[in-house]
């Protein structure tokens, strides 16, 4: 059974930084591409970050140079250290495989405000 389990969010105010975690289990882990994605109330889930099993990444535009995915294999564990955060990232942020599956956590709340 996949799990996906993520954890790091709170509330932290504009400029500030938090670094989010998700852990798999019931995958193989290392050979899928893993995403963040988010959602905010009346809108899609979006895709914000990808990391490939060959450690190649991608950000959606609005998150470039501010956000940084990363993966250890070991762990199990895929990473988003969030930084310069803005209000508009004031989301739920999920983690799945890329492209995503219909396993999806719990998420993990992020609220950027002073």
């Known amino acids: 059974q996949v799990q996906l389990v993520e954890s790091g969010g709170g509330l932290v105010q504009p400029g500030g930084s938090l670094r989010l975690s998700c852990t798999a289990s019931?995958?193989?882990?290392?050979?899928?591409?893993m995403g963040w994605y988010r959602q905010t109330p009346g809108k899609e889930r979006e895709l914000v970050a990808r990391?490939?099993?060959?450690?190649?990444?991608y950000y959606v535009d609005s998150v470039k140079g501010r956000f940084t995915i990363s993966r250890d294999n070991a762990k199990n564990t895929v990473y988003l250290q969030m930084n310069s955060l803005k209000p508009e990232d004031t989301a739920v942020y999920y983690c799945?495989?890329?492209?995503?599956?219909?396993?999806w956590g719990q998420g993990t709340l992020v609220t950027v405000s002073s």
């Open positions: 799945n495989l890329f492209p995503y599956s219909t396993y």
């Open positions: 019931g995958i193989r882990f290392s050979v899928n591409a």
């Open positions: 990391i490939s099993s060959r450690f190649s990444t």
